[in-house]
């Protein structure tokens, strides 16, 4: 019997003993009669091969017998299969390939093959998903942000409440907390942009804001209060657009330092001058009615240089052409040395002083009840465009140009548009889709009697900037005459909104030939969308507005067209810091 037991052990020993090693000696075998390929594709499968005889190797464990070389074996075909264990690292049982490896496209299987093919092994579609569930947490939110937002509102209300009823203790912790919370969120838009200790603080102020509801539970006084922080907050939105359109107005009234530099320097040059270098070239030419007259009124050298060199650089016969520019007696030096300096080339240049007009008197008197608040439209150069035919009482035509315009086109066809009996010939203002949209009873008062009788609210309004006068049909009308009786009617009653334009619509009423649209462009001073395909086509650009182009608050897209024609390089402007 004992014997018979002793065999048994033996001949379960063998049995162990073969389970142990007849996958190795069939693991050699294989491998010797493989090709390379062959090899690398059955080296991969070794876990699901060893995985077939895990239950001897669980058995033989139990025995006590080839445990440590069950290890090794596994360790062995860790490594064939490119994963490194660290020393000391608890060995994992290694998964059959079917449980690394899942296939869910056919896309994806085919891959696989192909990477099997080539002795290269297929990457693990976990690992794959992971860094797509990474990247989209990584995405940006702003989710903690507005949350950190609204806990900082809450308790503000909360605040308001609780400084009220004397709670110091609340109001203490509630300034800390609103402290805290803030210098956290700082100027972050994104959380990805918040300090590392914005969770804990608004814990905090979550846990401060729970305290406080305990303490003032009524829903209705936190309503009152945050609809009484909302209005509060849109009376300050209004208070800083008001403050905003002010400074705005006031960056547009004020002179830059840089072209106060300017005027300066060519005032002291002008005065260095002896009295017969004071004179302009070739005003033998500035009477002449065959020449091709134009005019404007400006207080602003470096606008004037720009208008005059636009014109005189498009004109097809810039010997042909008279510039008359009309200032006041402080601009006077400045704009006629600037000219003695930079002549334009073959064209005349006469420069005025509206001071040296013998009926300058007479005219300054009516000007005298005109209020504004802007000196653009209560400027005496405004109004001197109503006494062009007593400016210049030998010419039949000219064309007006303001100041803030930009010529890009030759305008000698302007002067030979038949005017059809009409005295003015400008572009309409009526096309409700443009932005230099106007109506009449913006500007006039038609519930006034003596308004409605006469005028019609709905006729076609039209623009100043760029005008064609008829000067022989004007003195016909005697239309002066008439701008002066509505000027003074209008001193007595409010009739209409200080400035030139509607006294114009009034003066030239159904005395205007429309003119086609491309001859003057409109809104380059306040109205930043205009289609840049209109801007090329257009003959005349205006920067009508308060953004002007020679001032920093002017439209920086637009202020190419007028540098263009600035001279910049001259000594005086780069002396002056005077830039494009």
């Known amino acids: 019997m004992k014997r018979f037991r002793r065999w048994q052990r033996i001949f379960i020993l063998f049995l162990l003993s073969l389970s142990v090693f007849a996958p190795l000696v069939l693991v050699s075998i294989r491998l010797k009669t493989l090709t390379s390929e062959g090899k690398n594709k059955f080296v991969e499968d070794l876990p699901s091969i060893m995985q077939q005889y895990k239950s001897d190797v669980i058995l033989l464990s139990a025995v006590g017998q080839g445990s440590r070389t069950s290890d090794v074996k596994v360790e062995s075909g860790s490594e064939r299969r490119g994963t490194q264990q660290l020393v000391g690292e608890e060995v994992k049982p290694i998964k059959p390939r079917e449980e ?103 814990k905090y102020m979550e846990s401060t804001l729970s305290k406080a509801s305990h303490v003032y539970p009524d829903c209705s006084n936190m309503v009152n209060k945050l609809r009484a922080m909302t209005h509060s907050a849109e009376e300050q939105v209004q208070s800083q657009r008001k403050q905003t359109t002010f400074l705005t107005e006031l960056a547009g009234r004020t002179t830059p330092k840089g072209l106060h530099c300017l005027s300066m320097r060519l005032t002291t040059d002008y005065f260095m001058l002896q009295p017969e270098k004071q004179m302009l070239p070739n005003q033998q030419n500035v009477n002449n009615p065959d020449f091709h007259h134009y005019v404007t009124f400006s207080d602003n050298v470096l606008a004037a240089a720009v208008v005059v060199n636009s014109t005189v650089s498009n004109a097809m016969e810039p010997e042909r052409v008279v510039f008359h520019v009309v200032t006041d007696s402080l601009n006077f030096p400045t704009i006629s040395m600037w000219f003695l300096l930079n002549p334009p080339g073959k064209a005349t240049i006469q420069v005025l002083n509206m001071q040296d007009f013998q009926w300058w008197n007479m005219f300054e008197s009516s000007q005298e009840k005109q209020s504004s608040s802007d000196p653009r439209y209560s400027s005496l150069l405004n109004h001197l465009r109503f006494y062009l035919p007593e400016i210049f009482p030998q010419l039949g035509k000219i064309v007006f140009l303001d100041h803030d315009v930009v010529v890009q086109k030759d305008l000698s066809g302007l002067l030979t548009i038949d005017m059809k009996g009409k005295v003015n010939g400008a572009v309409e203002t009526c096309q409700e889709d443009k932005s230099s949209f106007r109506q009449m009873a913006r500007f006039i008062n038609f519930s006034d009697p003596l308004v409605a009788r006469k005028f019609d609210a709905n006729t076609c309004t039209w623009a100043f900037g760029m005008n064609l006068f008829d000067l022989r049909q004007w003195r016909h009308h005697d239309l002066t005459s008439s701008y002066r009786r509505f000027l003074l009617k209008g001193n007595g009653r409010p009739l209409w909104k200080a400035g030139s334009l509607p006294l114009g619509w009034i003066t030239f009423y159904n005395r205007t030939l429309p003119l086609d649209q491309r001859w003057h462009l409109l809104g380059l001073g306040f109205d930043s969308v205009l289609r840049l395909e209109d801007i090329e086509q257009a003959a005349v650009i205006h920067y009508d507005g308060i953004m002007k182009p020679w001032l920093d608050i002017g439209i920086k897209k637009y202020k190419s067209y007028w540098n263009k024609y600035a001279n910049y390089d001259h000594p005086y402007m780069q002396q002056c810091n005077l830039h494009g």
């Open 100 to 202: 690394l490896v899942t296939v869910k496209t056919k896309d994806h299987s085919d891959q696989i093959s192909s990477q099997h093919d080539h002795g290269v092994r297929a990457p693990r579609l976990t690992v794959h998903h992971s860094n797509n569930s990474r990247n989209e947490t990584r995405k940006a939110t702003d989710e903690k942000v507005k949350q950190m937002k609204d806990q900082v509102v809450r308790a503000r209300a909360y605040l308001s409440f609780a400084t009220t009823a004397g709670n110091t203790h609340l109001v203490k912790e509630l300034k800390l907390r609103i402290k805290e919370v803030e210098r956290a969120m700082g100027e972050a838009r994104k959380d990805s942009e918040l300090s590392r200790g914005r969770l804990q603080k608004m």
